[in-house]
């Protein structure tokens, strides 16, 4: 695994003592360069081997604690395969933290939209509008359909 600089895991620690809820934590260590490169540089299997290791520490420095939630977040925003899913409960606030990064990151539906057909719009001569052209339009099409 990837080692930290002194800097990032001071940034770490000091988003870490500042957040107030679960979902501040996760969003300021997902702005943070130190997650960024853990995400980036780290695979899924060192990452989650990295977060056993530390939570398994019994009594976490701010800075250990720090970095187990960086590595949480990071593991999470690569969305995990099922064998390599960390145990979030192994931190305070691990449970609100998988939920929150399921919620915001673990979607992969697709969405699809489809737009209207386009309506040809009649000008005259004078570059005016046709005002009833859309009337006409509607009228022509309901003939056509009687047709065929």
């Known amino acids: 695994m990837r080692k930290l600089p002194k800097s990032k895991l001071r940034e770490l620690a000091t988003i870490f003592i500042l957040a107030n809820t679960p979902n501040s934590l996760a969003k300021g260590m997902l702005r943070s360069d130190a997650v960024d490169i853990l995400r980036k540089e780290c695979t899924e299997a060192e990452l989650l081997e990295y977060y056993n290791q530390v939570t398994t520490k019994g009594n ?3 800075f250990v604690a720090a970095l187990a939630y960086a590595t949480l977040i990071a593991l999470l925003a ?23 990064m399921t919620d915001n990151f673990g979607r992969t539906e697709s969405l699809i939209i489809t737009a209207d057909a386009p309506r040809p719009l009649i000008i005259t001569p004078g570059n005016k509008a046709w005002p009833d052209a859309n009337q006409q339009i509607a009228r022509i099409n309901r003939n056509s359909s009687l047709i065929s």
Not at 78 to 96: S, V
């Open 60 to 62: 976490r420095s701010p």
């Open 78 to 100: 690569k969305k995990p395969t099922q064998d390599q899913y960390p145990d979030p409960a192994c931190l305070q606030w691990g449970k609100e933290i998988a939920s929150y």
